[in-house]
């Protein structure tokens, strides 16, 4: 079975998707959204478990855990403000008033969910199941020495993560930074995917962090321009 991880792992999380919607109207939203990111988690460490071992002591070879928790922390306020740059860049012709839908997401979710599980369902078990599936499980298989095949499915692999967020192309755009960022660090480190998990773990750490605050100010205190900037770094 775990000869085939890649592709198990690719198609799981698409099927238990479809499987927990189907299952909406029977646990209601959160709770079928809490099982599908459960299911892929049992899944993807059952699947990948020596795997992630191996890439970590690999990754410990070549940087320290705490520099790359700092160069995660620095490409976290990059990708933050690529993403202002981009909305007062494209504003003039691109109307991003619907900007941010998944974030909404989220904070329905939140207010529906125990903290525990949503911190889970955030900040642990998404970045294991997401890097799994869209850097590990896409990438992982390629040969080191067939360079255009490997560029292929770098290009995939972060087209594929950004829509995977997305409910409009404003969101896609908003997105794509962060898509960059994560196949940036995976193939620095030798397709090492500690690194894209350490980079998603910090970031949705932080977004988490961001959006739990935000939503204890009221959007009138804050005002339009800092509401704008706190929803571009809390995703």
Known sequence: MKKYANIIMFLAFFVFMVISGSLVPVLGETNAILLNSTLSFILGVY????RLKEEYQRIRHRISIPKLLLLCVGLFFLSG???MLLVFGLSEFINFDTLGQNQEELA???QNMPFAF???LTVISAPIVEEL???ESLNGWVNPDNKLL????YVVSTFLFAAAHVFSLQDFIIYLPLSIILIWI???FGNNVIASLAFHFTNNAIATLVMLLSSLLPRELLGEPVSIILNLFAR
């Not at 699947?47 to 020596?50: A, M, T, V, Y």
Request: no cysteine.
């Open 47 to 50: 699947l990948f478990h020596n």
């Open 81 to 83: 403000l690529i993403r």
């Open 108 to 110: 329905k979710i939140q």
């Open 118 to 120: 949503f911190f889970f």
């Open 133 to 135: 599936v869209f850097r």
């Open 150 to 153: 490997r560029i292929i499915m």
């Open 186 to 188: 995976y193939a620095h």
